[in-house]
């Protein structure tokens, strides 16, 4: 299958500070990458829709102004989590389209974010 | 209405046996895509099997296989001889054909299989 990583794993920042993540698509191109949000023993929430060349479509409730994603390539998608606080601690997990398989979604290893 | 429902929270199996995990669905639409996850406690989600809403057969992958009943809307996943390595979170999700072909995903089935 389709591989895509995320980096970092893991990340501890104090509040205030701005988190970026990163989400590549290693081994097939991504027009369409979604960012999810998972909190304990919970489903995943998607935030948001992120378009190769455009602007990234938000869910209802999700600030775009404190989740920026920039989708620069096609290969690569950003959510950068600005002014993070320790409500924005989770677990913060991309996934990329592949259209060639029936727009089936890859996911990254996913992201553990603790704001402290 | 929830579009994906998973109503078995947890479910135990025994090493070597089958296993069903339950998925029904809610959508309107007559194109749609059926897919199965797994989540094991390290987070990364293992895409697992896919069920077009016009496929004919039953996808299969492996120990995977997916009993799709269109006229009753659910896209149940069996697991043959289970291996301890499947205890993990079972994840069923949509993609609907029409409008933003947004993802849909149910709340999980928590799967763990004893020796």
């Known amino acids: 299958g389709a591989v895509v990583s995320q980096h970092p794993s893991w990340v501890i920042c104090k509040s205030g500070t701005s988190v970026k993540i990163e989400c590549r698509s290693l081994d097939f191109q991504a027009t369409t990458m979604f960012w999810y949000r998972q909190f304990p023993k919970q489903s995943l929430m998607l935030m948001a829709t992120s378009n190769e060349g455009s602007k990234a479509t938000y869910e209802q409730g999700v600030e775009k102004d404190k989740f920026l994603i920039n989708h620069a390539s096609l290969t690569l998608s950003t959510l950068t989590v600005t002014s993070a606080h320790p409500e924005d601690s989770s677990f913060y997990i991309c996934?990329?389209?592949?259209?060639?398989?029936?727009?089936?979604?890859?996911f990254g290893p996913g992201t553990r974010l603790l704001v402290l | 209405a929830q579009k994906i429902t998973q109503t078995q929270p947890g479910m135990f199996v025994q090493e070597k046996e089958a296993v069903t995990l339950d998925c029904t669905y809610d959508?309107?639409?007559?194109?749609?895509?059926l897919f199965w996850y797994k989540q094991p406690s390290s987070g990364e989600m293992i895409f697992l099997i896919y069920?077009?809403?016009?496929?004919?057969q039953n996808a299969t992958e492996g120990r995977y296989s997916l009993n799709f009943q269109k006229a009753r809307k659910s896209a149940n996943l069996v697991i043959s001889a289970s291996q301890l390595g499947d205890s993990a979170m079972y994840f069923c999700?949509?993609?609907?054909?029409?409008?933003?072909?947004?993802?849909?995903f149910g709340r999980g089935t928590s799967l763990i299989v004893h020796p």
């Open positions: 996934s990329a389209e592949d259209e060639s398989m029936e727009e089936t979604q890859y």
């Open positions: 999700a949509m993609r609907e054909g029409g409008g933003s072909y947004i993802p849909t």
């Open positions: 959508t309107s639409d007559q194109s749609y895509g």
């Open positions: 069920q077009g809403s016009y496929d004919e």
